[in-house]
């Protein structure tokens, strides 16, 4: 198994004892991405990758398929080309999930809107206004599977996890949301990435706007630290890279763990 994308101690801990576990219709979206930025230029000419290109991408349906899922995104590396033909740059590579459960049943209804409004379409054009089936865009139809993991990925079920991405490696920028956090009895993990942290806040342990001052706090101080505007931003698709998998050249790390486990 590529370790890339390997399932070791590290991310099966992450994966099994820090998300939360899957109910009734529940899955979870998981994804390869290449990321240009993390290439030299001479490197992006090469392999042609979009800004951010999720190449891969499946669901876990089960609390006990994440292995099985892992060995299908390492069968996906081996398979899969960039553009310009070349396989994927393992340093370019991340490994990322949803940490927010997706509702099967959301996903498949969302999809299923779509292709209804599609088939209309295809309905009136052809049946209707007599034009020709080949002047018809059919494109949905090739990328039907893209589609519902676009679905997948998006219906969220519960939002158990609320993510804070700290765009800079900095102790003491990290230390005054921490503390916030902290003082007002949240429950938290931190993410260590190649380029700063992700810090995932138990949503049900938030109360007020405090979390929101906590931010603009670490913002405000890193702005004084290094002279300009830092990104510290709540991340809204709630995807983070999975602990003990490469994020690009940086093995990820699950830095800090302040949930109360049961």
Excluded at 70 to 94: E, M, S
Aim: with cysteine; proline share 2%; hydrophobic share 40%.
């Amino acid at each position: 198994m590529t370790e890339i994308i390997q399932l070791n101690n590290d991310s099966k801990y992450f994966l099994e004892n820090i998300l939360v576990p899957l109910e009734k219709d529940e899955i979870y979206f998981i994804s390869l991405s290449a990321r240009n930025k993390y290439l030299s230029q001479e490197d992006r000419e090469k392999y042609a990758l979009s800004r951010t290109e999720m190449f891969a991408r499946e669901i876990v349906t089960t609390n006990n398929s994440w292995d099985y899922v892992f060995r299908k995104l390492d069968g996906l590396l081996k398979a899969k080309r960039t553009k310009t033909g070349f396989r994927f740059p393992i340093g370019a590579l991340v490994t990322y999930a949803n940490i927010n459960p997706s509702s099967a049943i959301k996903a498949v209804l969302q999809f299923k809107k779509e292709l209804m409004e599609i088939e209309e379409n295809l309905f009136r054009k052809v049946l209707i206004n007599n034009n020709d089936v080949n002047d018809f865009d059919y494109d949905f139809f090739k990328k039907a599977k893209s589609k519902l993991f676009n679905a997948y990925q998006r219906q969220t079920s519960r939002k158990c996890f609320v993510d804070i991405d700290v765009d800079i490696k900095n102790e003491k920028i990290l230390k005054i949301l921490l503390d916030s956090l902290t003082k007002y009895k949240s429950e938290y993990v931190v993410i260590e990435t190649r380029g700063g942290y992700h810090v995932m806040v138990k949503s049900s342990t938030l109360s007020g706007n405090f979390l929101y001052k906590s931010v603009d706090e670490a913002k405000d101080e890193a702005g004084r630290i290094y002279g300009r505007e830092i990104e510290i931003m709540f991340n809204k698709n709630a995807m983070v890279p999975v602990p003990g998998t490469m994020h690009g050249d940086f093995y990820v790390k699950l830095v800090e763990d302040k949930l109360i486990h049961f």
